[in-house]
């Protein structure tokens, strides 16, 4: 008989909305070594989610302990991954009574559909889709940084939602035209 044990710095989210998702090639961002990354958009209304991101973020604190000198923090003395949308982004409606997570990974995500079945179409999964997502707690000190870190596990895409991207598509833009308009 085995026994799981679990992970108390793992979460599996509940339905968040992806917003700058590159999880299909990883991303070098200010020089830096490349990386797959997604800010996870969720509702203030998910509590269980919420609250399930703050209790790892403190097994992550207690677990790094060695990396803050063999003590534990203060924790307003160190940078948070979860975030709240209303300060932090209150010009951008996407983040509205939300909170964030930046999640990011060296790895690819295994990327789902809602049957556990890889998604291979690009199209499929993007800023703006809904999705459950694994992610992992860790603690940091580097160049006088302290904090937790947020690492991307793996993406169920749950539904599609409007693209985030501010792109819109040709038949937004255009009316189809005859060609005896041309040059009139």
């Known amino acids: 008989m085995s026994t799981t044990i679990k992970n108390p710095t793992k979460v599996v989210t509940g339905i968040v909305r992806l917003s700058y998702a590159n999880v299909w090639e990883a991303v070098a961002i200010n020089d830096g070594k490349p990386k797959f990354s997604v ?31 063999g003590k534990i923090p ?60 694994s992610i992992n707690f860790y603690a940091f000190n580097s160049n006088g940084n302290r904090g937790i870190a947020c690492g991307l596990g793996n993406i169920q895409k749950i539904r599609d939602g409007e693209p985030l991207s501010g792109r819109t598509s040709a038949a937004d833009d255009f009316t189809a035209e005859g060609d005896d308009d041309f040059l009139a």
Not at 44 to 62: E, F, G
Not at 84 to 109: H, I, L, M, Q, W
Not at 117 to 127: F, G, H, N
Request: charge should be negative.
């Open 39 to 69: 800010s996870l958009i969720i509702p203030k209304s998910d509590t269980k989610t919420v609250d399930a991101i703050n209790a790892a973020i403190d097994a992550a604190i207690k677990e790094g302990a060695a990396k803050f000198g």
């Open 74 to 133: 203060n924790k307003a003395a160190l940078k948070l991954p979860l975030r709240d949308g209303d300060v932090e982004r209150e010009d951008d409606e996407a983040y509205k009574n939300a909170y964030f997570v930046n999640a990011n990974s060296t790895t690819a995500p295994q990327i789902v559909d809602r049957s556990v079945q890889p998604i291979l179409d690009r199209s499929e999964v993007y800023s703006g889709c809904y999705a459950r997502v």
